[in-house]
């Protein structure tokens, strides 16, 4: 049903990482074409978090930035979200499932929101903090996260529109 693109299968890993995900994040990250810039922000971000590991205690803490990163984006992905449904003259939040692509991009999309909300720092710390603070549940991505699964739980009288 959906447009099928070429991204998919040009979309070559990330250099450090090699790493589809990070490539992918990175290209959202984008502004302008300015993949070189997007980049060093990402990797610096990696880095701080690098360093935050570095001073953590907790045995159970992942061990590599890397980890961090894909724990913020697991925890990010919605599993419900509502779509407005129009039935009989009237609009209805419906709730419906998250295709897994959708909950990748949802993710990705809160997360940098989240950063480019916040000004008067470089966007390498704020994301590394976004993601530090997603992956251990919290941060404005997770609220965002929080608050659509609320949405879908409100309206979950019309799920049976759903289909």
């Given at each position: 049903?959906?447009?099928?693109?070429?991204?998919?299968t040009?979309?070559?890993p990330d250099p450090r990482?090699n790493?589809l995900?990070?490539?992918?994040?990175?290209?959202?990250?984008?502004?302008?074409?300015?993949k070189?810039?997007?980049?060093?922000?990402v990797?610096?971000?990696?880095d701080?978090?690098?360093?935050?590991?570095a001073?953590?205690t907790?045995?159970e803490?992942?061990?590599?930035?890397?980890?961090?990163?894909?724990?913020?984006?697991?925890?990010?992905?919605?599993?419900?979200?509502?779509?407005?449904k129009?039935?009989?003259?009237?609009?209805?939040?419906?709730?419906?499932?998250?295709?897994?692509?959708?909950?990748q991009?949802l993710?990705f999309r809160?997360?940098?929101?989240?950063?480019?909300?916040?000004?008067g720092r470089?966007?390498?710390?704020?994301?590394?903090d976004?993601?530090y603070?997603?992956?251990?549940?919290?941060?404005?991505a997770?609220?965002?996260?929080?608050?659509?699964?609320?949405?879908?739980?409100?309206?979950?009288?019309f799920a049976?529109?759903?289909?």
């Amino acid at each position: 049903m959906g447009r099928r693109t070429a991204s998919e299968t040009q979309l070559k890993p990330d250099p450090r990482y090699n790493d589809l995900v990070v490539a992918r994040f990175i290209n959202c990250l984008m502004y302008d074409g300015k993949k070189t810039a997007s980049t060093r922000v990402v990797y610096d971000c990696f880095d701080i978090i690098q360093a935050k590991l570095a001073k953590e205690t907790n045995p159970e803490a992942p061990k590599e930035a890397i980890q961090v990163f894909q724990l913020a984006i697991e925890n990010v992905k919605p599993f419900v979200e509502v779509r407005s449904k129009r039935i009989g003259g009237a609009n209805y939040q419906v709730p419906m499932q998250v295709n897994k692509k959708r909950q990748q991009s949802l993710a990705f999309r809160w997360i940098i929101d989240a950063c480019r909300g916040e000004r008067g720092r470089p966007m390498g710390q704020r994301l590394a903090d976004e993601l530090y603070a997603a992956a251990q549940g919290e941060g404005k991505a997770m609220q965002t996260r929080d608050q659509t699964h609320r949405m879908a739980e409100a309206n979950r009288a019309f799920a049976h529109f759903a289909n």
